[in-house]
C-alpha cells in the first residue's frame, strides 16, 4: 500500500487518500508463464475480494489500456474513451454477460433487467423504459421533498453524532420504497432495513470458489449468510404486488407509484409483464438504486466538509432555493451543489466497474482485442486518470460547474454507465440528489469525526470503511 498521501495539493484543494499501489510498469514482450500467473493471481487474490480498488496500480491510472490474467481468465481495462465509445456503445452487440459477475448478482437479481440478458432483457428494458420518463420522474420530487424533511425532523430528535453511510442508506431507502411501493410494505421498517443490508452484503460476496471456476453444485461458503434475508425480501415485495395487482384488477384506487406504473407498462406488442418480472425488477430496483445513491450523498458530505468555500457556496445555493416552488424544478437552480454531487461521483462512483466479456472480436486503430477477454471500464480508475483530468485526485466542482462542464469528456465521465445499459434510473437518481442535498444543507451541518480519513472500499458501491461518521449541528 502506498504511504498515506497529503491531505491538501499545491493549490490547497483537498486531496482525500485512496489505494494506490505503485508496481514496476510492464515493459511489454511475452506474457509470464501460467504457472507464475496462477501464483501472482493467488497472491492477489485477498485483495480482490476484500477491496477490489487496492487491487489497482499506478500505472493503470495513466495507461489506455491494461491487459492482464486472472488465472486462466484475460481481462482488459479500458481508459481510452475512444476505444470506450467504440466497444461499449458502437460495439455494444459483441459484448455479454461476464460470467462471475452473473454467478455472484444472478441467484438473487434473478431476471431482473441488471442481470437479464438477449431478449428477456431487451423487452424488460423496453417495457420499462417508460415508467422511468422525465414526466414520472418528476411526479415522484414532492415524496422525496417530503420524506426527506421527515427524515431531518427524526434526526434531530435523536443523537448528533451518526453514521453517515447507515443514515443515507436509511433515507435513499425510504425514497425508493415511497416511490416503488408507497411504503405499502408490511414489514417492520427497522426488519426492511436490516434485510436489504443483509441482502447487499451476500450480493457482494465474490467467492474465491468463484474466481478458481469451481462448479455451481460446489457450495460457496461466503454465501451462506443472508438467505433468508432475501427469501423475506422477496416475498414481501411478492405479496405488495400481488395485492395491489388485485386492487387494480377489481378496479380500486390505488397509488401512482412504480408499483402500479409497473403492472401497467408494457400492454403493447410485449404485452404485460409478468408477477415474477415485477419482482425481479423491483428487488434489483432495490439493489441497484439505493446505496448507489447513498453512497454518493455521504461522499459529497465528506467532500464538502474539507472544503469551506464550497461548503459555504452550498449553503448559500441552498439557503436561497424558493422552495415553495414545485421541487422538481430545483435542480436548475442548484448548480453548484449539482457541481459538488457530479464531482463527489467522480472521485467516488458508486459503480467503480463495468464489466463484459467480448463475443466477438474487437479491432480498433491499433488495439486488437480477442473473442473471450473480459472487457471492463472502471469508472474508479477513469475518473482519477492523469491523462484525462487536470489534478485527478483532488475535489474541485468547478469542473463540473456553468460552461467548464461542458469540456468534461462524454466518455471520461461515467458514473452512470453508457450505452444500450446506461443505468435506467439516472435522472431519478439525480433529482433524488438534489432535493436530498437541497433539503440536509438547508437545515444541517454535518462535520467528520472519525480519527482518520475514511479509507474507501469496494462492496457492490464505493463506500467508506468506517461507515463515515459524522457530527450534525441544526443551521436554521
Ligand atoms: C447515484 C446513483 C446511481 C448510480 C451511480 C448508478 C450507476 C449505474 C451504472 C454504472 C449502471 C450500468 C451497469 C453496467 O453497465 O454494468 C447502472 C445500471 C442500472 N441502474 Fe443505476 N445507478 C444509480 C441509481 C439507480 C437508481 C435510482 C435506479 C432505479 C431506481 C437504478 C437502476 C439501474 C438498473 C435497473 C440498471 C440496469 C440497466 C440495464 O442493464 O439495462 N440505478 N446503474
Not at 205 to 222: H, I
Request: aromatic content about 10%; hydrophobic content about 40%.
Amino acid at each position: 500500500m502506498s504511504a498515506p498521501q497529503p491531505l491538501r495539493n499545491a493549490a490547497g484543494q483537498f486531496v482525500p487518500p485512496y489505494p494506490r499501489r505503485d508496481v514496476p510498469r510492464p515493459t511489454g514482450g511475452k506474457p509470464p508463464p501460467l504457472p507464475l500467473i496462477y501464483w501472482r493471481t493467488l497472491r492477489e487474490l485477498p485483495r480482490i475480494i476484500s477491496n477490489p480498488l487496492e487491487s489497482f496500480v499506478g500505472f493503470q491510472f495513466d495507461m489506455p489500456v491494461s491487459r492482464y490474467r486472472l488465472f486462466s481468465m484475460p481481462f482488459a481495462l479500458i481508459s481510452d474513451p475512444d476505444l470506450i465509445r467504440h466497444i461499449f456503445v458502437e460495439r455494444a452487440d459483441a459484448l455479454e454477460a461476464e460470467p462471475l459477475r452473473q454467478k455472484v448478482l444472478r441467484p438473487a437479481l434473478r431476471d431482473g433487467m441488471l442481470t437479464a440478458e438477449g431478449e428477456t432483457w431487451r423487452r424488460a428494458r423496453r417495457t420499462i423504459a417508460p415508467v422511468f420518463s422525465p414526466r414520472n420522474v418528476s411526479s415522484f420530487a414532492s415524496g422525496m421533498k417530503a420524506t426527506t424533511e421527515e427524515f431531518v425532523e427524526d434526526l434531530l430528535t435523536g443523537p448528533q453524532k451518526i453514521s453517515v453511510s447507515d443514515a443515507m442508506s436509511r433515507l435513499t431507502y425510504l425514497v425508493l420504497s415511497q416511490t416503488l411501493f408507497s411504503g405499502e410494505i408490511d414489514d417492520d421498517i427497522e426488519d426492511i432495513l436490516a434485510d436489504v443490508a443483509f441482502f447487499l452484503e451476500k450480493l457482494s460476496a465474490a467467492d474465491p470458489l468463484d474466481f478458481l471456476g469451481a462448479p455451481d453444485w460446489v457450495p460457496r461458503p461466503t454465501r451462506f449468510r443472508g438467505g433468508d434475508a432475501t427469501s423475506r425480501l422477496r416475498k414481501s415485495v411478492r405479496d405488495a404486488a400481488e395485492d395491489r395487482r388485485a386492487r387494480i384488477e377489481r378496479g380500486e384506487a390505488v397509488p401512482d407509484d412504480f408499483l402500479t406504473l409497473l403492472l401497467r407498462a408494457g400492454k403493447g406488442e410485449d404485452g404485460a409483464l409478468t408477477l415474477d418480472e415485477v419482482e425481479d425488477n423491483i428487488i434489483t430496483f432495490i439493489a441497484a438504486g439505493h446505496e448507489t445513491t447513498a453512497r454518493a450523498l455521504g461522499w459529497t458530505l465528506y467532500l464538502l466538509d474539507n472544503d469551506d468555500d464550497a461548503r459555504a457556496r452550498a449553503e448559500a445555493e441552498a439557503d436561497a432555493l424558493d422552495t415553495s416552488r414545485p421541487p422538481e424544478n430545483w435542480g436548475k437552480d442548484m448548480p453548484w451543489i449539482t457541481a459538488c454531487f457530479e464531482e463527489a461521483m467522480r472521485l467516488y462512483p458508486p459503480a467503480a466497474v463495468i464489466l463484459r466479456r467480448l463475443r466477438e472480436p474487437i479491432k480498433f486503430g491499433e488495439y486488437d482485442i480477442p473473442a473471450g477477454v473480459n472487457v471492463y471500464i472502471s469508472p474508479w480508475v477513469l475518473h482519477r486518470h492523469t491523462t484525462l483530468w487536470n489534478e485527478p485526485d483532488a475535489f474541485v466542482p468547478q469542473r463540473f460547474f456553468g460552461e467548464a462542464r461542458k469540456s468534461v469528456g462524454r466518455f471520461a465521465y461515467l458514473p452512470f454507465g453508457l450505452g444500450p445499459r446506461v443505468c435506467i434510473g439516472a435522472s431519478f437518481a439525480m433529482q433524488e440528489a438534489q432535493i436530498i442535498l437541497a433539503v440536509l444543507l438547508r437545515r444541517l451541518r454535518f462535520s467528520y469525526v472519525g480519527d482518520r480519513p475514511p479509507w474507501p472500499v469496494l462492496k457492490i458501491t464505493v463506500q467508506p470503511d468506517n461507515g463515515m461518521p459524522m457530527r450534525w449541528t441544526a443551521r436554521q
